[in-house]
């Protein structure tokens, strides 16, 4: 189990062009999402006093803003987390005294969060790594420098020391980090599809790859998922590739995704917007059906009742922050894709 220790935080907002035209809705769209500070929080932070600006206090959720405003946000957080050590079974694709790669199962949370306070891969890290972690920040625990989807399976890399640490998080932020995942949508995003050539930030480049680029922040009404924004949220680029097609006419596809930058639900968002969500998704895919007449009733019913999105963190490449070595790491398909595309080609 976790237990939060509550320390006082300061975090400076400067509000970005156009802003919304009130204090909320700009706190809402400018304070980065890893804060975790959602609108009825900032609300209540507003309304206690606990936003200022330039030492005087906003208490109006209302007051004007402007480009270039430094907000500034008093809030107390827990500071750290003491998360215990489990003993879960992990995959570790390779590790050294400054990093581990995993290759993680579909069904595993991350990081502990109030829906999930055990049963992660942190937890299981501090039991694997032990006394092999140096510390990240003062503190030994593993330094997660990027996440993929609790359903989402595959390939990511934990920093064990603070070098280790501050040299990848650079390369995530510098969208040198190579990340290609392989995915089942439903459909064919092919660039002979004129539907295709007419959405917001679709674009086909050499080889028939199709090229999202538009901004994504969390949806207006649904703070739980992320949405194409036309305004707003941050920049993001998806690169699609079309590896397989099933079906007469093509019911569906398998892909290959690469991210040049990673937002949250980045691929899941874009796939969704070019109207070829991803078969199982819950959230995006909506209640897209297969065609009985293009794939067969065994499809149909075999992406049905596929319990979670078909996506799978396949290839992982980065620069060793010690060495300086460039690592490449491949993890193949897990069964459940693996018996999915075998229905679909049959």
Same mark, same amino acid.
């Given at each position: 189990m976790s237990t939060p220790i509550s320390t006082p935080r300061r975090l400076t907002v400067i509000i970005g062009p156009n802003p919304p035209d009130r204090l909320d809705k700009a706190l809402v769209r400018d304070t980065p999402e890893a804060e975790g500070l959602t609108r009825s929080r900032l609300a209540k932070l507003i309304a206690a006093g606990g936003v200022a600006r330039r030492g005087e206090p906003l208490t109006e959720p209302r007051a004007r803003v402007a480009e270039g405003d430094e907000i500034e946000i008093a809030f107390?957080?827990?500071a750290e987390v003491a998360t215990a050590p489990q003993a879960i079974p992990l995959s570790i694709v390779h590790e050294d005294d400054e990093l581990v790669v995993i290759d993680k199962p579909a069904g595993m949370v991350v990081h502990p969060a109030p829906g999930a306070p055990s049963g992660t891969l942190v937890n299981a890290l501090l039991a694997h790594c032990g006394?092999?972690?140096?510390?990240?920040?003062?503190?030994?625990?593993? /330094?997660i420098v990027h996440r993929i989807d609790k359903e989402t399976s595959g390939l990511l890399v934990v920093a064990k020391t603070d070098r280790a640490h501050a040299a990848l998080a650079a390369q995530f932020a510098a969208h040198s980090v190579e990340r290609q995942y392989c995915a089942i949508v439903f459909g064919l995003p092919d660039a002979g599809d004129p539907r295709l050539h007419g959405l917001a930030g679709l674009s086909f480049e050499p080889g028939g790859v199709l090229r999202i680029a538009t901004r994504i922040g969390r949806h207006p009404t649904d703070r739980q998922r992320q949405a194409v924004l036309a305004s707003g949220g941050r920049h993001a680029v998806t690169r699609?590739? +079309?590896?397989?097609?099933?079906?007469?006419?093509?019911?569906?596809?398998?892909?290959?995704c690469w991210l040049e930058t990673g937002r949250t639900h980045q691929i899941r968002v874009h796939l969704a917007h070019a109207g070829h969500g991803l078969? /199982?998704?819950?959230?995006?895919?909506?209640?897209?059906?297969?065609?009985?007449? *293009?794939?067969? *009733?065994?499809? +149909?019913?075999?992406?049905?009742?596929?319990?979670?999105?078909?996506?799978?963190?396949?290839?992982?490449g980065f620069v060793h922050p010690a060495t300086g070595e460039t690592l490449r790491f491949s993890s193949p398909l897990p069964d459940d894709m693996v018996r999915l595309l075998a229905t679909l080609r049959g």
């Amino acid at each position: 189990m976790s237990t939060p220790i509550s320390t006082p935080r300061r975090l400076t907002v400067i509000i970005g062009p156009n802003p919304p035209d009130r204090l909320d809705k700009a706190l809402v769209r400018d304070t980065p999402e890893a804060e975790g500070l959602t609108r009825s929080r900032l609300a209540k932070l507003i309304a206690a006093g606990g936003v200022a600006r330039r030492g005087e206090p906003l208490t109006e959720p209302r007051a004007r803003v402007a480009e270039g405003d430094e907000i500034e946000i008093a809030f107390a957080e827990p500071a750290e987390v003491a998360t215990a050590p489990q003993a879960i079974p992990l995959s570790i694709v390779h590790e050294d005294d400054e990093l581990v790669v995993i290759d993680k199962p579909a069904g595993m949370v991350v990081h502990p969060a109030p829906g999930a306070p055990s049963g992660t891969l942190v937890n299981a890290l501090l039991a694997h790594c032990g006394d092999s972690l140096s510390g990240i920040g003062g503190e030994k625990r593993p /330094g997660i420098v990027h996440r993929i989807d609790k359903e989402t399976s595959g390939l990511l890399v934990v920093a064990k020391t603070d070098r280790a640490h501050a040299a990848l998080a650079a390369q995530f932020a510098a969208h040198s980090v190579e990340r290609q995942y392989c995915a089942i949508v439903f459909g064919l995003p092919d660039a002979g599809d004129p539907r295709l050539h007419g959405l917001a930030g679709l674009s086909f480049e050499p080889g028939g790859v199709l090229r999202i680029a538009t901004r994504i922040g969390r949806h207006p009404t649904d703070r739980q998922r992320q949405a194409v924004l036309a305004s707003g949220g941050r920049h993001a680029v998806t690169r699609v590739r +079309v590896v397989e097609a099933f079906g007469q006419p093509p019911a569906a596809a398998l892909v290959e995704c690469w991210l040049e930058t990673g937002r949250t639900h980045q691929i899941r968002v874009h796939l969704a917007h070019a109207g070829h969500g991803l078969i /199982g998704d819950p959230v995006y895919g909506g209640r897209r059906r297969l065609s009985e007449r *293009a794939v067969g *009733a065994a499809a +149909v019913e075999a992406a049905a009742a596929f319990p979670r999105q078909a996506l799978h963190a396949a290839t992982l490449g980065f620069v060793h922050p010690a060495t300086g070595e460039t690592l490449r790491f491949s993890s193949p398909l897990p069964d459940d894709m693996v018996r999915l595309l075998a229905t679909l080609r049959g």
